[in-house]
């Protein structure tokens, strides 16, 4: 499966932007979706994943309760709704998917498949 995530760009702190994540391939529906992040010199750290059956979420702590995941099957596509954005959440964020896993995952070892990468800046 090929990842395309979009949706990156400048904003103020306290704005809000929606990444998307596009899959092209068979079976999206069976992947957990996840998104992660990395910024200058740091290690890429999970944001948040969606299970590929019912719906369920995981985030990490320091975006609960400001990022919304969620995905449209029929469209083959998973989101990220980020809203209260903070200087802190400046980073290149990435779509990845992990097949059919029991668990939401957040190491990115566990993840089969990745997008390229789209940036975000909030701006203080």
């Known amino acids: 499966v090929q990842l395309q995530a979009s949706g990156g760009g400048l904003v103020q702190a306290g704005g809000s932007l929606r990444l998307s994540c596009t899959a092209s391939?068979?079976?999206?529906?069976?992947?957990?979706m996840g998104w992660f992040r990395q910024a200058p010199g740091k290690d890429r750290n999970f944001v948040a994943v969606?299970?590929?059956?019912?719906?369920?979420?995981y985030y990490a702590d320091s975006v609960k309760g400001r990022f919304t995941i969620s995905r449209d099957n029929a469209k083959n596509t998973v989101y990220l709704q980020m809203n209260g954005l903070k200087p802190e959440d400046t980073a290149v964020y990435y779509c990845?998917?992990?097949?059919?896993?029991?668990?939401?995952?957040?190491?990115?070892?566990?993840?089969?498949?990745w997008g390229q990468g789209t940036q975000v800046t909030v701006s203080s």
């Open positions: 969606i299970s590929w059956i019912g719906g369920s979420t």
């Open positions: 391939g068979p079976s999206f529906s069976g992947y957990n």
């Open positions: 990845a998917a992990d097949w059919r896993s029991p668990t939401l995952n957040s190491w990115s070892g566990e993840y089969d498949y």
